[in-house]
């Protein structure tokens, strides 16, 4: 079942934003529409957004200025972004978008089943990534709650643990054998 994050389109044209929210109706997803990057940007920092799927070429705020801070601000810099483009294929855009990190840069007219297609597997790929680091976080305090200070001493070069040989300060030398292995004939 899809999460509450919702998935931000974002065009500066309504007929384009209706037909891309038809087209992704039949996944189930909570969808989000924003008329400009300013809006989508505002949208995206207020959270709860999973994808965005983001017109390249807007008036003010382009698609790849959006990006652009997204990219900068911890708390979207994962936000896997499908970008919308009616010109064409563009080697210099690709090259910028991809440059960015956005997942897929797509023509329009988009085609509706490629368009569900990436937006399912972008979008429960995130919130795959998003439980795991949930889970990372929970169980890194549980284990801060439990590890008394001198048992972390071995993430420290040069500490060791109470009872840890002096040789085996910095970690296990595994580059040389020499003197390690016996020859048995």
């Given amino acids: 079942m899809p999460s509450d994050a919702r998935i931000l389109i974002v065009d500066d044209h309504e007929d384009t934003l209706y037909a891309l929210e038809s087209a992704l109706a039949p996944l189930g997803y909570r969808l989000a529409c924003a008329t400009s990057g300013d809006e989508a940007l505002k949208e995206v920092l207020r959270g709860r957004v999973g994808l965005l799927l983001l017109d390249v070429r807007m008036p003010k705020v382009s698609g790849l200025d959006v990006v652009r801070y997204m990219r900068r601000v911890g708390q979207t810099q994962h936000i896997p972004?499908?970008?919308?483009?009616?010109?064409?294929?563009?080697?210099?855009?690709?090259?910028?978008?991809?440059?960015?990190?956005?997942?897929?840069?797509?023509?329009?007219?988009?085609?509706?089943?490629?368009?569900?297609?990436?937006?399912?597997?972008?979008?429960?790929?995130?919130?795959?990534?998003?439980?795991?680091?949930?889970?990372?976080?929970?169980?890194?305090?549980?284990?801060?709650?439990?590890?008394?200070?001198?048992?972390?001493?071995?993430?420290?070069?040069?500490?060791?643990?109470?009872?840890?040989?002096?040789?085996c300060a910095d970690g296990p030398d595994f580059g040389s054998t020499e003197g390690r292995y016996e020859r048995r004939t």
Avoid: C, N
């Fill in 81 to 167: 972004v499908i970008l919308l483009t009616g010109f064409g294929p563009d080697a210099e855009l690709a090259s910028a978008a991809f440059g960015l990190g956005v997942a897929d840069l797509m023509m329009k007219p988009v085609d509706p089943w490629a368009l569900r297609t990436k937006v399912r597997y972008l979008y429960d790929a995130h919130q795959r990534f998003q439980a795991l680091e949930q889970e990372v976080r929970v169980l890194r305090a549980r284990l801060g709650e439990r590890v008394p200070p001198q048992a972390t001493a071995h993430s420290h070069p040069g500490t060791r643990l109470p009872g840890q040989r002096e040789d």
